[in-house]
């Protein structure tokens, strides 16, 4: 007897969006980046599209931060100290797009200006040719005025802006229709908030095609079940064709799991935690390898180390094996 | 897959007798169909209804138990694809392999090292589940020796990885309880069966596809065994997530009887694989006995805290024990923060705390396992609780200063705080655990 595999057929699909323009889209990427398109749930090949594998983003920063894991610190060596060697180090490390965070303050420990955000990411966008994602350090005055800056500075480029949250995101989502750009939009884990942003940036004139929706995420330990079903349950709601849930997701466990004591620390925890560098290796790679298996389009990552392992596991999953 | 009510109504007698203690066959049927009542009630009922019904109310996925010295393990019964739309009920099993090859030593150590390892995660003691012991070798009496070193040392449950009915013989003589037998295939099923059949042991099936696992479970069955587990035969994160996924909506959703079974998987076993990330997708994805090849205490922990989240009740979070926490060896002069036990909660500001490299004391109130905002609004975060948790945990003993930072969305609470803790301070904290590093580096200069 030959059992029938059972395939689930969905009406609605994930939307496609690319992010950074190459020189004859008015931008001057080298390559561009292309994320969802999905007509099944993560990886089910069998039964559905899945177009485009999860890109894979190294986080950088515009100065060297100092409130990162010495880990992180030791691991980008010298590039950490300034913002286009880093961009360099990322790309080389494997990155399909760079995640820029701004620093709300500058090395002198004044507010971060406009003219420094403008110089970092001119810096970052002759360094690489990656697409780019910047985001404010996220405190809304600030986010604003560096971010209209950058908007502003990357003209045509299609940068991802972010980080728009519902208590701030006109300013950003109208610099973004003004320069030809996308914006992340960010809700705290929750459906029906993440589809609402959704709603309102799309309500000011931005296309759905430009909108990079991040339901958030907690590192294993600390929430990520939450992240996880959260994303499950965004997923499955675009396949039944619900539009204002059909944006491809970003996550940031990178950011999550180096801010947890597992990772973060290697004195003072408990000596059942093992070795502090493993440990802390595998906190961001399983948090990662987790929101792939949810639904994540867009993964962002701190460690070089840890991009090559989920390379690996995506190229398995994509390729076979 | 559960029979509706009126499916079960069409089986009953349709008589109306009340002898069921209902009112009419309907309302018996729907009861049924709720499970708040039991077939036998009905004394009138068909043999053939009573089987079909019966059939139809076991769990689409078995429930196998294991049993080691002392530790008992249950696998199975999952009722759901997605965790939202109930919750995964019973933990994938965590074993680590033990090869019989080894020197006994060898063995000794390793299997004592993963077995003293436990690790508490917020109250909880997470350890693994037990060991896989292979026959190897393919001696009999080394096999036997090395089941013994381990049942020597750990309690736990066993799965024995015995390819031939001989082995398997002498491990099952060797071992304590009820271990997992590995594995029936095509070739030695019919022997591998009489062996677990006698032994009243569950066994494994393994086959490369779903047809032949079919197959194999078909004919177990009919030999009169009914705790099987599948073994798919791992091959890599592309396909086993398919087969998987395959293997749990062919029982849930085509109650396919014969393959409502457990799985069992061996990550360190797929050439080229990362056996932690292979891991982590079988915990997430429908795995019901993962083996390792390695044990490493940093990797171990990151995996059991997974299965931990994956399989957390949905709609019961994970809750901190209420009560003092000190957070970089705080003296009496440090900061006295209160938040609810919310496990995320307790986690964001504990955290923020902590990065912030200042000392501080965090008073856990007892809020039901809610968020700050949830439970001030349901009553279970308010003024006299607060104040109750401060005189219970005696904090007041333990600092010089009489300072309390509530979080900033509750700064309604501060009067009335301050009328149920007399001579007190109430300082408004941020709204959001982010800024305490900021807010303690303006508002709690040296000492309060």
């Known amino acids: 007897m030959t059992i ?31 994320v969802g398109g999905e007509t099944t749930l993560p990886y089910l090949y069998f039964e559905g599209e899945i177009p485009h594998p999860p890109a894979l983003a190294l986080e950088i920063r515009d100065r ?234 867009i993964i962002v990552l701190r460690h070089p180390q840890t991009l090559k392992r989920v390379r690996s596991v995506v190229n398995a999953l994509t390729n076979g094996a | ?95 680590l392999r033990v090869v019989d090859t080894l020197e006994p030593s060898a063995i000794t150590e390793s299997v004592k090292q993963a077995n003293d390892f436990s690790v508490d995660y917020v109250g909880i003691d997470l350890h693994l589940d037990g060991f896989a012991v292979e026959a190897a070798s393919g001696d009999a009496a080394r096999f036997a020796a090395a089941v013994g070193a381990v049942t020597a040392i750990s309690d736990r449950s066993l799965i024995l990885l015995a390819p031939t009915p001989e082995l398997a013989k002498a491990g099952l003589e060797a071992a304590k309880g009820r271990p997992l037998l590995y594995a029936a295939n095509a070739e030695n099923w019919q022997a591998m069966g009489e062996v677990a059949k006698a032994a009243g042991v569950p066994l494994v099936v393994s086959a490369a596809d779903v047809d032949g696992l079919n197959e194999l479970t078909g004919k177990l069955r009919e030999l009169g065994l009914e705790d099987l587990v599948l073994d798919p035969q ?55 006995f993962v083996v390792l090849d390695t044990f490493n205490p940093a990797t171990t922990y990151a995996l059991l805290v997974l299965r931990e989240n994956i399989f957390t009740d949905p709609q019961k979070p994970i809750q901190v024990q209420p009560g003092i926490y000190e957070i970089n060896n705080p003296d009496p002069s440090a900061p006295l923060f209160v938040t609810t036990n919310f496990s995320i909660t307790y986690f964001s500001v504990a955290n923020e705390v902590e990065g912030s490299g200042l000392p501080g004391w965090l008073l856990v ?20 609780r607060i104040a109750k948790d401060v005189k219970n945990f005696g904090i007041e003993e333990k600092l010089n200063h009489k300072k309390l930072i509530i979080p900033g969305h509750v700064s309604v609470l501060s009067g009335e705080l301050e009328e149920e803790l007399p001579g007190w301070e109430i300082m408004v904290g941020p709204r959001e655990a982010v800024d305490i590093g900021s807010y303690l580096k303006t508002m709690w200069p040296k000492g309060g």
Not at chain 1, 136 to 152: C, K, S, T, Y
Request: proline share 5%; charged share 25%.
């Open chain 1, 4 to 34: 029938e595999i059972p395939k689930d057929k969905w009406s609605g699909h994930v939307r496609e969006v690319t992010l950074g323009a190459s020189a004859n889209e008015g931008g001057t990427r080298a390559r561009t980046l292309t």
């Open chain 2, 365 to 384: 109130a007892d809020a039901e396992g809610m968020s700050v905002l949830t439970a001030w609004a349901a009553g279970k975060f308010d003024a006299e």
């Open chain 1, 64 to 297: 060297k931060p100092e409130d990162w894991s010495k880990l992180l610190l030791e691991a980008w060596g010298d590039a950490a100290e300034d913002p286009a060697a880093w961009a360099k180090a990322a790309e080389a490390a494997g990155a399909d797009l760079l995640y820029l965070k701004l620093s709300l303050t500058t090395a002198d420990g004044k507010p971060n200006t406009a003219e420094n955000a403008r110089a970092v990411v001119r810096a970052v966008l002759e360094a690489s040719g990656l697409p780019l994602a910047v985001v404010g350090p996220g405190q809304a005055e600030i986010d604003n005025e560096l971010m209209v800056a950058v908007a502003e500075e990357a003209v045509g480029e299609r940068l991802l802006l972010g980080t728009c949250e519902e208590g701030n995101y006109r300013t950003i989502v109208a610099a973004a229709l003004a320069h030809n750009h996308l914006v992340q939009s960010r809700t705290p884990m929750d459906v029906n908030l993440s589809k609402q942003l959704v709603i309102l940036i799309n309500d000011m004139g931005l296309p759905l095609e430009r909108i990079i929706m991040d339901p958030t995420t907690g590192a294993l330990g600390y929430g990520i079940e939450y992240g996880y079903s959260v994303m499950e349950r965004l997923r499955l709601a675009a396949l039944q064709d619900d539009k204002m849930t059909q944006q491809p997701m970003m996550v940031t466990p990178g950011e999550e799991a180096w801010k947890v004591k597992e990772s973060k620390v290697g004195e003072g925890v408990p000596v059942e935690w093992g070795d502090w560098e493993t440990r802390a290796l595998e906190w961001e790679a399983v948090t990662a390898t987790t929101l792939i298996h949810s639904g994540a389009d």
């Open chain 2, 234 to 288: 791992s091959l890599g994160y592309k396909d086993d997530l398919q087969a998987y996924t395959t293997l749990r909506r062919l029982a849930l959703k085509k109650n396919l009887r014969s393959l409502g079974y457990p799985i069992i998987s061996f990550p360190g076993a797929v050439e080229g694989g990362d056996e932690t990330l292979l891991a982590a997708q079988y915990i997430a994805k429908y795995s019901g």
């Open chain 2, 1 to 95: 897959m559960a029979l509706s009510g009126l499916e079960i109504y069409k089986m009953l007698p349709k008589t109306n007798c009340k002898d069921c203690g209902f009112p009419t066959c309907l309302a018996f049927a729907m009861k049924l169909a709720a499970k708040q009542a039991e077939l036998k009630d009905c004394p009138h009922v068909t043999a053939e209804a009573a089987e079909k019904l019966e059939a139809a109310s076991a769990p689409p996925i078995r429930l196998v138990e294991i049993q080691g010295g002392n530790g008992k393990l249950a696998v199975g019964n999952e009722t759901v694809l997605f965790r939202h739309e109930k919750t995964f009920y019973h933990k994938p099993g965590l074993f």
